[in-house]
């Protein structure tokens, strides 16, 4: 996915996800199911595009799913080590937080 462009403002311009691509991140996973666990997430880095979670929940890079318990709604995304803590709390994509229709604002 392309970076979005250097004048981007609105949440249109830093999403540059297109369709397809958030079709694929809506469909259902073919990993294992097993639970990592739970988060507190809030908005990442909009400028780094794509589908991600960086998470003490994970000690190397790996695919996996979100849920927002809010919505019920769920994402593919690529799991990042933060190197936190446990229970230090996670960052998302700006792409994964729409498709969950999670406000941007949102823990």
Do not use: C, K, N, Y
Request: hydrophobic share 45%; proline share 10%; no cysteine.
């Amino acid at each position: 996915m392309p970076p979005p462009p250097a004048a981007a403002r609105t949440v249109d311009e830093f999403d540059t996800t297109t369709p397809e691509q958030r079709a694929a991140a809506a469909a259902a996973g073919t990993g294992d199911g097993r639970l990592l666990g739970e988060t507190v997430a809030a908005l990442g880095d909009p400028a780094e595009p794509g589908f991600w979670l960086v998470t003490p929940l994970v000690d190397a890079p790996a695919r996996g799913r979100i849920v927002s318990v809010e919505t019920g709604r769920a994402a593919e995304v690529d799991l990042r080590p933060s190197g936190g803590a446990a229970g230090s709390g996670s960052e998302v994509s700006l792409a994964a937080l729409r498709l969950l229709e999670v406000p941007l604002t949102s823990l």
